[in-house]
């Protein structure tokens, strides 16, 4: 009976990180976390933040707070990865090489546009006037999508299109792909999203 009983709790703990962005607050390790939260002001003016990705399933999407951003952790299935490569033509910047919008670092100038292919990190804002990007996970025909659609994000205020890894796709009003913040990871499941240097 105990058993479930701490079943159940860890399942609301995964449900609660999940759809909150998971900033890394469980209910138990509140007091914890908290006392090494930055503050507000130091969040504000561009701290790093970590997110705890344990709880996130492929071809999920979680979303934490970063300098007042949105910045999405994407992770992809095999067969979302395995797409990736086949789209450079259909791309306005395949390599990630622009820099109008912002600068890819090095270590995102890939066609998974990531440290791990698995997980996308991204900021949830499109390069052409600031609207967010929905999710369009789905592949196949559907409404404002070519029929081929093999699985993006759609910007909803001009039509802007965005492969599994945020690249724009060509003859689209956004000019550039979505910004890869700086990043790093501190374990398997723990990443620091603002920071990519080793102190
Ligand atoms: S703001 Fe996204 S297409 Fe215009």
């Known amino acids: 009976m ?16 999940g759809c909150a962005g998971a900033v890394g607050a469980g209910f138990v390790a509140v007091p914890f976390v908290r006392s090494f939260e930055p503050s507000e002001r130091a969040r504000a003016a561009g701290a ?6 344990s709880a996130l399933m492929p071809g999920e999407k979680m979303t934490v707070a970063w300098r007042g951003k949105p910045v999405w952790v994407v992770r992809r299935t095999p067969a979302q990865l395995a797409e990736l490569p086949k789209l450079d033509k259909e791309l306005a910047d395949p390599n990630s090489e622009r820099t109008n919008f912002s600068t890819t670092p090095p270590y995102a100038q890939n066609d998974w546009r990531s440290i791990k292919p698995e997980y996308l990190v991204v900021v949830g804002i499109c390069s052409h006037l600031g609207c967010s990007p929905g999710d369009k996970f789905t592949t196949g025909p559907q409404p404002s999508l070519p029929d081929d659609w093999e699985g993006g994000f759609l910007c909803p205020c001009h039509g802007s299109t965005f492969d599994m890894s945020g690249r724009v796709f060509k003859d689209k009003p956004a000019p550039d792909n979505l910004e890869v913040p700086p990043h790093m990871y501190l374990s398997d499941s723990r990443l620091l999203i603002g920071e990519d240097k080793k102190a």
Do not use: N
């Open 2 to 17: 105990s058993d479930q009983k701490i079943d159940g709790g860890k399942r609301t703990w995964i449900i609660a990180s």
């Open 48 to 53: 790093a933040v970590e997110a705890d990705i």
